[in-house]
């Protein structure tokens, strides 16, 4: 197989040359220099390939506030609303539908726990629903709680706030080149007219073309750059005004894939060395000039040095993480000439804020309160000490806020963590005793609640969604079981399961004869008490679940 | 000195050392009274006789929290230390009981059968479970238990099949009658297990002679095949130490869980006739 190029598969096979044609005429476009963009990637295939063009009926939702999305919408006709305060109902945008169980719901699974697997009571009508995905919320569960419907229309309640939006205006592009989450909702006020364009069409189009690069990083700096350097530790004794100063000169970049599903990582599995490769490619090289400080927005990034004919692991950074600040201020401190220690890679997809050094030599290093601390000299440890750090940077454990890890030294393969799960979940346990190992360690097939949850983008219904504790569930029925989740996981931690009835029957869908599935993942026990029950239940200890980057699981390991 | 200070602030080892204070205290504080004033008591085996009933029926307790693994009992690795303390503070309350190791009486003695069984298996089972494991994690490649007899059944399948092959394609019968003769044997169950739960390494040298034996026989290409048969019997050992070491880690709790239950049947038995005709 050869390895996969950009446009083999076009975001919407059926866009026509006309519609590309009559984009290009309209004004967002038209004004655009194609001569800018590179002859493999000119603005009209970016068109015809990276974009799409959707109607909507009035009360379509189109952005889902707490959604990961790759796309932008640009709109072309009609009237968007976007609900900025507060937030619309969890459930009239498909979410909730869990609660914590009270103490005789929870006696009651002592006894009342199914024989029969993935059991659900649910009306023998039930359909796959893979056809119309769309959520109309003029006809949601709960409209009536958010929506006045007069004789004069339907109009969203006062104690809503909102904005309507009209043509030319775009929306999602932060959400979308960020990667982070969308921030509000946004309906179709009346028919509407969108044109999508994936995360890919959007970079090149910022990337080549200074208005719409200047539109988007104006919005970038305005609504979430400021808020990002206040709240970082070396910048928040800043003034407004220097902040400003540094946010208007701050650069942005973005690296790797978007998409690093399961089947780009069968391709990198493939090779030896990625590093350096397109799959992993560098941000910042050892030995190169070094231009500004890099933030990290979003992603992950892998730190090296060169060993042999290789590369060392030495570390990794994460949304929130710098690199380089004590690299240049101590070049800055000295006088010296300002070179990588060592090397940056990007590990699937990221985002990073690159601050110029000029600035951080004006206005950054003469009023930081006191150095910049050291990093943690990995190179001083013998290359034995590496094994697990590259595992967990390999594998992308780091991306897991609750990694199931396993002590094997310590697991006396009783079982009884998958027998907790089973009890807490009607008979159906939500995870696998089995997983990648690194010497005693095994990370066993157990959603991770990642910090970067790839399984998030795409979901139709929004039925996977995260809780405002950070945990990652599934709405049972809201979910349709079209398996974009279970594909996007790299780590193979959901399971499409097929459902039965309360006979045992498998239940089907009545239009097309298919067996009904649902998505099914570990959800932390959240609507028991006490936290996972698989941790408690283990008599020795062995099952952790692991936050790469706040625990010092790692750091002891290394 | 890392060591000291991880020893000295690990939480697992505060509440270690915290559980044995709780289990000396109350072995102390129902001891100490019992030789002190044992002759002003009416009935001083009483005392001690409800004390280790309790501790029996809170040792028997361990199992069926398992079953209650929805409530928040506190994590069940501080109910399995104080489990293996209060197994020892069980036994110390039954010599305090007995006044002896071995009782005089009639039944009495079974009951000491019973307790002494639950307590060697308890021992027994502690240490398979902290040295077995790393075995395991150590040996490499891990099967789960369930699937072990579908591995073995695929594994037969292909060495039949390659024994096919090799008579087929080389016009002789010498390794496939070897493997009729000897190594079948070795493939149709689980073999070596002694030596597997030893830590020996008979399996491995066993497998090693039957090889160089039959390939002093043995033209080119028939030793090709020979090395692909020795892949699957050394699969197969993996297998065996899995079955064996894995096994081993369920089946002392099937000696260990009849036997308790067994015991806290009898202790009640003992405390009705003691309650009933000797009161």
Redesign the interface.
Known sequence: MNRPKRWDQPFDPEMRFEQAEILMARPEFSNIDDSRFPAATPLFDILMNDCRVIEYQPGDLVIREGDYGNSAFLLLAGGLRIVTNPDLPPRILGRGGIRKKNFFAILRQIWRRNKIPEMRKYDSNITQGTEDLRVNLFDAEGAKNVFDFGSDGIKLKDKYHSVLLGGGAIVGEIAALGRVQRTASAYAESKITLLEIRWQGLRDIRKYDPGWRTMIDENYREKMLKTQLETHPDFSDFDTATLNKISAATLFETYGEYEWTRSFRKELAKQSDIIGTDAEPWVAREGDYADGLLLIGAGFARITSSIGKGHRNLGYLSAGDYFGMHELYTAWKDGKEQQWQVSLSALGYLHVLRIPSHVLHELVFPNLQKPPEMPAEQEKKPLSADATLAWAIDERLINGTQSMMINMDLCVRCDDCVRACEAGHDGNPRFLRRGKTQGKWMAAHACMHCVDPVCMIGCPTGAIHRTPEGVVVINDKTCIGCATCANSCPYDNIRMVTIRDTSGNNLHDPNTGEAIKKATKCDLCISQYGGPACVRACPHGALQRIDFKSSNWLKEEI | MILLRRLIFNP?IKIFIFLWLVAASIFFTIAIPLWQAESLLEAPEMVSGYSLFGCILVLGFFRVR???????LV???W??TAHAILGLLALAFYVLHVDSWWPQSGYVQLLAVLMFAVTVTGFLGYVI?KV???R??QQGS?I??SQIPEAVHQLISEAENLMLEVNKNTASDTLSRHYLETLKWFFQKPRFVRSHILGGRSAGYWLSQQFVTVNRYLDENEKGYSAQLEKLARKKLDIDFNYTV?GI??IWLLLHVPLSAALILMSLWHLLLVNIYLL
């Open positions: 697992d398992k079953h209650l693994s929805m409530f928040s994590k069940t690795r109910w399995f479970e077995f494991p790393m395991l994690t891990e789960l238990f894995q880690m369920k």
